[in-house]
């Protein structure tokens, strides 16, 4: 029960910021930091206040002893008694036997791992408080593994927390620290009370008011302060469920103090978006000069624009006039027919005299967007450059020129456009295509080409998997979002089978059914390569095994470690239909258009993530062609599917709605999973929950603009308190 270290709060927990010692205002030599001070740092606990607001994961109840007469099998129980017996048994496994007996009962502990100092504390006659759940044994009760120390001492009047934490941080090294931290931190009232007694939470009912009521807030309602420690140290009358569910009022302040945090930085970030200039870019066709570009695209379409894509062409086109920076997320589903909405907004930028880039995640998706847009703007005069890091150093040579002379208007690249060689002329629109794929830093960078002085570009962000509203509300706050919520016509829906891999043989007839018809087709596999013990069949077997199985069919096989050029090659070849069947790895999963392609097998489906499933199954229904996709799962030795993965699929072949897709998905995963892959850097929200705390966020949106207003200090003051140094992450 003892920890070899105490903490030494005057070093650990410094009220400077890390920033702040580096910047010289620490002493000399500061003394070396103990591994538990280093794994309070990598949990982010620098500043009190950091460390007042690490709640607890659970509670134990130390504050009170139960008679073990009354005691039920399997409950925490604490109780004091005598040692009445002692002995090391070397029956099964050497192990130390102790019984205690506390004038009600008896109860064995029981140790497989001890030390000389157990037996010693533990020694006949001595009188000790133990700690543990009580079990039925084969002798009677008994705890393995209790608590224990010797008895007498007062009782906890609080319960105790359980914290969440690291290896090498010892919960009673993290109690003593978060007690500091809660002592020393500012835990002033940031949120001024007016707010606070509009809010959702008086509803749960006021707290008792026998309670300390130190800098109470309105109506009986919890202050920061009370909230921070009662829930550190709850009374332990509390109905322990809702803290666990993190309905208690305590948690109700908390999560709303962190709602509102979220709110303002966002809100802040666009009223200083909004402080910044962008060139208003207005065509030269209303100026009379001649037809713009945008009215020259549409004429030249082979097809009609739909509603949704009209609408969401407008929603663009005003951002793009002003000389605010747009900062627009066009979400559609995969196929809706986003890129059309891109090349539109480029026409409108380059006809304005500006430079337009277009930065997608992959070279097959660049290469594609590439080709497709050079054949609707280059018989309009528009040059394009292209960028990949693929690129042979003579044409990235003559790429980069073009780009910096200004001749290009339009530059199509990979992440190869952000780099700091890549000068542009005059940079008025960034377009990011599948936006969730990129990270926070690679946006700045891409926004940072602007080279006209205190001006930014406008940005248009792309993306296939929606964000659910709740979230959109939540961390998007600072971001304008369209929906193309229609198809172009004549799709027929996908229609989607769960079929298991031991039928195999089954798709492979289906495949040649297709392919009769003319039908071109997709195998995806997904392809582990850090780890080859991994029991998959990787692409390069399923290309053989196909090629054998369809003999005359074109098979092609691409997967991540072709050579570029040889990829573009075998992609070519597949969408000029010279070749019937596409083996691939994940390669092909995003923005991929051979409209000819009727059927997507995705092989071990179980393994791949929902919006990924989802991905890759809109590759297929782009043509007028009813399409298919076969989702084929393996138990591998199991009997059957884990639940997470059956939910999967199960979703996919109930639903080919991308909105629908993503709230199952976030159902499945939570916000912090969901957000996680798409956002590198964002601050998660550490105790709210969207789905169950709508009407806090409501709150926290409605109050958020007013405290901006009308206290700008506080304001400020509980956006650092919450968010601290992460605050200007949230801002890309
Ligand atoms: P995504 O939104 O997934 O990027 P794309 O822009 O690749 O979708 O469009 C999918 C396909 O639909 C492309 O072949 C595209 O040319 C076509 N398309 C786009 N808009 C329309 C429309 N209004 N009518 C018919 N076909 C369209
Ligand atoms: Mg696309």
Redesign the pocket.
Known sequence: MTHPAAPAPETALTDAAPEAVAAGAAPAKAPPKSPAQKALEKLGLHRPIDLALHLPLRYEDETRLTPLAGARQGEIVQFEGEVTHSEISIRSRRQLLVTVDDGTGSCVLRFLNFYPSHQKTLSVGAWVRVRGELRGGFLGREMVHPHFRLAGGELPGALTPVYPTSAGLPQTYLRKAVLSGLERADLSETIPAPFLSNGPFLNNGPHSSSGPNLNSGPQGLFSLREALQFLHHPTPDVALATLEDHSHPAWQRLKAEELLAQQLSQLQARRVRAAMRAPALKGQALRGVHCSLQEQLLERLP????AA?KRVGKDIEADLRKNVPMHRLLQ?D???????VAALAAARCIDAGWQCALMAPTEILAEQHFSKLISWLEPLGITTARLTGSQKPKERREMLALVESGAAGLVIGTHAVIQSKVKFKNLALAIIDEQHRFGVAQRLALRSKMTHESQEPHLLMMT?TPIPRTLAMSYYADLDVST?DEL??GRTPVVTKVVNDARRDEVVARIQAQIAEGRQIYWVCPLIEESESMDLANATQTHEELSAALPGVGVGLLHSRMAAAEKKAVMALFTEGVMGVLVSTTVIEV?V?V?NASLMVIEHAERFGLSQLHQLR?RVG?GAAASACVLLYSTGDAPRLGEVARARLKAMAETNDGFEIARRDLEIRGPGEFLGARQSGAAMLRFADLAQDAPLLAWAREVAPLMLDQYPELAQQHIQRWLGGRAEFLKA
């Open positions: 097809f009609r624009l739909t894509q559609g995969v196929g809706a027919g986003k890129t059309v296939a193309l172009p016509p923005g258009d409209p809109g782009r």
